[in-house]
């Protein structure tokens, strides 16, 4: 659908679990001769599926934009951040380097190889429609697994789109194999034999279920969750900077990230100005479909979730809180899209359904609070730990919070702390079950696993037979 009209755009048809099977055949097949493919082999095809992407990064957002209805802006900024994960894979020769202890014993070397582990799959969400599928093919790819990929079928274009741009970048055919579905597909990839590791991104309930079956079928996984990001403020923190960054990460991409801001925590007399001026900067908010380059804010994703996001301002009055802008007043600039304006509730407190669920839409809670310590509990005790930030001016109380702060993504006055892709994504608790973060170092060693090897080579004429254990002294 475009949800910026509301019109169906395109057609995809569901794999079977029989399809399923084919697309892991197909990786099984392309597996042995991909992993023997010389590692500047590997990064060649990278560099060039890099150039390609860089290339036509303008159509990719397109696509993107107009099945997630996202900004073109945003869209832009995600194949960017997509891109740097492709960037990091294209040093694979690099990182795949093991360790060497030569003389561990006398005329013993000792060293250890990563290898990959043959055929391992990605199930992806609809809000990041490019950059998550980047996060995990890249890596996959470089470290000589060959890969199936599931997205999500709200948005299945951009990896349609990817997926010709690998073929043209010059990767053999089954090395990525894209199959389109929902549970159905899921559910076979998570059971077959052949599928080593599985990567996961989505919701709470549905990543704890990919780790635990996946788990269970002695799969490698990593299975990232949803988030309620907290951002916390205090009284000496500069009010504009602090609004800005609130309402940047409250409303981008209409509250449709893992890492947006979903509460506030307003320590003290900060309250009363900070929402002030968040109203402000509400009031000029433009809502509009993706590709109105004016336009600030897009539509939802769909309209079921439009409503259910939208029933949140009821149930939060009804619990006490304030809706102090109410989003559903804005007028639509289109009837038939999802849209939504954006809201504020002031007053939440824990308990409260808009302070207890995963809203994921373009509504922002301010929670009061006397003191810091009262705020880092109610982030530590959070069920989700993605994504947290701090505003202050001091540098004492930041060291301390990200010392505290019970959290995978900590931000120091970055209201959206997502990692360079040399660095892992990942939360904690909720929101990620399995033990290695996405993208950067901890992505190679996911699909990759250790292996040591012990070597001598010695004079036959000094060989003996000793059945003592192995000693290095
Ligand atoms: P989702 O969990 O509904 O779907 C994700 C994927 O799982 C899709 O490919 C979908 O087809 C599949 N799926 C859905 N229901 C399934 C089921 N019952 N059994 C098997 N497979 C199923 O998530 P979504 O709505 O596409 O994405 C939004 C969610 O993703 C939010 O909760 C958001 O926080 C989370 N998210 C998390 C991160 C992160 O890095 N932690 C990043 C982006 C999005």
Avoid at 5 to 14: L, P, R, S
Avoid at 46 to 53: S, T
Avoid at 70 to 96: Q, W, Y
Wanted: hydrophobic share 40%.
């Amino acid at each position: 659908m475009n949800p910026a009209t509301g019109e169906q755009i395109a057609e995809v048809g569901f794999a079977s679990a029989a399809d399923v099977d084919r697309a892991v055949a197909s990786a099984k097949a392309a597996a042995r001769e991909w992993r023997a493919t010389a590692l500047s082999r590997r990064a060649e095809v990278l560099f060039r599926f890099r150039d390609l992407v860089a290339h036509h990064r303008q159509q990719l957002a397109e696509i993107i934009s107009r099945e997630n209805g996202k900004t073109m802006s945003d869209a832009l900024g995600e194949v960017a951040r997509g891109l740097e994960n492709v960037e990091f894979s294209c040093g694979i020769p690099h990182l795949l380097k093991g360790g060497y202890s030569e003389q561990a014993s006398r005329g013993v070397d000792v060293y250890q190889i990563r290898q990959p582990l043959g055929v391992v799959a990605g199930i992806t969400p609809f809000n990041f429609p490019g950059m998550v599928p980047l996060w995990m093919l890249s890596n996959a790819i470089a470290c000589g697994n060959t890969f199936v990929l599931k997205p999500s079928e709200k948005v299945p274009g951009a990896s349609v789109y990817l997926a010709g741009l690998m073929k043209e970048a010059g990767l053999p055919d089954g090395v990525l194999n894209l199959v389109n579905g929902d549970k159905v597909a899921v559910d076979r990839i998570l059971e077959h034999s052949d599928i080593k590791a599985v990567s996961f991104v989505g919701s709470t309930p549905v990543a704890k279920y990919i780790y635990e079956t996946a788990t269970r079928n002695g799969k490698r996984v990593q299975a990232l969750g949803g988030a309620k990001n907290h951002m916390l403020v205090l009284p000496d923190a500069d009010i504009n900077m602090a609004a800005d960054a609130a309402v940047s990460a409250g409303y981008g991409a209409a509250g449709e990230r893992c890492m947006a801001i979903s509460v506030v925590l307003a320590v003290g007399k900060v309250a009363d100005p900070l929402i002030d001026a968040i109203r402000e900067r509400i009031a000029k908010i433009k809502v509009g479909p993706g590709n109105d380059p004016t336009s600030e804010m897009g539509p939802l994703i769909t309209r079921e979730h439009r409503d259910r996001v939208a029933s949140h301002l009821d149930k939060a009055a009804a619990e006490g809180a304030t809706v102090t802008v109410d989003g559903r007043k804005q007028a639509a600039p289109n009837k038939d899209g999802f849209f939504l304006g954006p809201s504020l509730i002031d007053n939440a407190k824990p308990g409260m359904a808009c302070y207890d669920t995963e809203i994921f839409g373009p509504v922002l809670s301010v929670v009061r609070v006397d003191t810091y310590a009262e705020a880092l509990k109610l982030i530590n005790e959070n069920p989700y730990g993605n994504g947290t930030a701090i505003f202050t001016q001091n540098g004492g109380a930041a060291r301390q919070f990200q010392f505290d702060a019970e959290v995978g993504m900590v931000g120091i006055n970055v209201p959206i702390p997502v990692p360079v892709a040399y660095y892992s994504f990942g939360g904690w608790k909720s929101s990620l079950f399995g033990d290695l973060h996405m993208y950067g170092p901890e992505g190679v060693q996911f699909y990759t696993r250790g292996k040591v090897v012990t070597s001598r080579w010695p004079d036959p004429s000094a060989s003996k037979v000793d059945l003592g254990f192995p000693q290095v002294r």
